[in-house]
Structures are given as structure tokens and as C-alpha cells.
């Protein structure tokens, strides 16, 4: 790893549970020590956040539990020219429509915290904040398997409809 400050210096947390919020605060500062790190525990007050000041890196999770639908809040406000420069979604299970759709979004690395260890938690953060992706391997496995079948929605499905898919399938209009 380079001695060189990371490109991630200001860093939003979101994640509607306090304690693993902080548990994330914490490592994420153990990777990135000299971090300006904001914890958002709604899409509202990530909303708020970012209004406020751009942020290089979000860490979040990919549920429902956020009082908001996750993926338009990722693909509103993470890329080139947006007011989130990299995203890092850590999660224990994902869906195969939410992987297909993290897959074609600005999402820099996906974490499985449930297959993970905090110190893999640790090189993802350092990763993703040097301009690297980082995936973990149960992801990368899940996704394969999602494009593996000849008869895949996922392989006849542009982006758009894949996004299109996910919104559908969350109930949304």
C-alpha cells in the first residue's frame, strides 16, 4: 500500500443501525486514520450530508431498513461528477436482481460481512479509497452463478431493464 494520503478523505457512513454504524465508524478509521468520517442512519440524512459537503467515499448497506430505496439513492449520487466519488456496499445477503444492479451502477466494491473478517473490511476500505475495486468472493460467486445459466434474464436484460427490474421487484413504481 502506498505511504501516500488516500483519495478518500471525507467519508459517509449510512447504515440504520447505530451500533454497526459505529462498528464501521471505527474500522474505517483504523483503514483510513486521517478521515473526516459523517454517519447518516437514513437516506434522508445521507441526503442532507451530501448537500452539505461531497463526499469521497459512502459506506452503506444494501436494506431496506434505510427509509428509502438504496439503489436510487446509489445511483443518484455515486460516479464521475457526483457528489459521492466511490461506493463501498457491505452487506451479509444479496438478491440476484440487487447484484445484477450494484453490478452496472458506480459501485466500487461490494463486502460480505457475513463471509468476511473485519480486517478484509479494512484492505476493502483501503482499496476502494486508493481507486481499486474490492468484491468479495461470496459476490463474486453469486454473480457468476447469475450469469452462468444460457437462459439468465440478466444475459438478454440491458442495464436500463435490469434497473428497471429491481425497482419493479422492490414494488415500486
Not at 446509489?74 to 457526483?82: F, N
Amino acid at each position: 500500500m502506498e505511504n501516500a494520503l488516500p483519495e478518500a478523505r471525507t467519508v459517509l457512513i449510512l447504515k440504520a443501525d447505530r451500533l454497526c454504524a459505529e462498528a464501521l465508524r471505527n474500522l474505517t478509521l483504523s483503514a483510513l486514520p486521517r478521515a473526516d468520517v459523517a454517519l447518516a442512519h437514513s437516506i434522508e440524512q445521507a441526503e442532507a450530508i451530501v448537500a452539505a459537503r461531497p463526499r469521497d467515499l459512502l459506506i452503506t448497506g444494501a436494506g431496506a431498513s434505510l427509509a428509502g430505496d438504496m439503489l436510487d439513492f446509489l445511483s443518484r449520487h455515486t460516479g464521475e461528477g457526483r457528489p459521492i466519488r466511490r461506493a463501498l456496499v457491505v452487506t451479509t445477503h444479496l438478491e440476484q436482481r440487487t447484484v445484477a444492479a450494484l453490478r452496472s451502477m458506480a459501485v466500487h466494491g461490494v463486502f460480505d460481512s457475513a463471509s468476511d473478517h473485519a480486517e478484509d473490511f479494512v484492505r476493502a476500505v483501503q482499496a476502494v479509497a486508493y481507486g481499486r475495486r474490492y468484491w468479495s468472493a461470496s459476490i463474486l460467486e453469486a454473480f457468476t452463478r447469475l450469469w452462468a445459466g444460457s437462459n439468465s434474464l440478466f444475459r438478454v436484460l440491458t442495464t436500463s431493464e435490469q434497473m428497471v427490474l429491481a425497482v419493479v421487484g422492490d414494488r415500486c413504481d
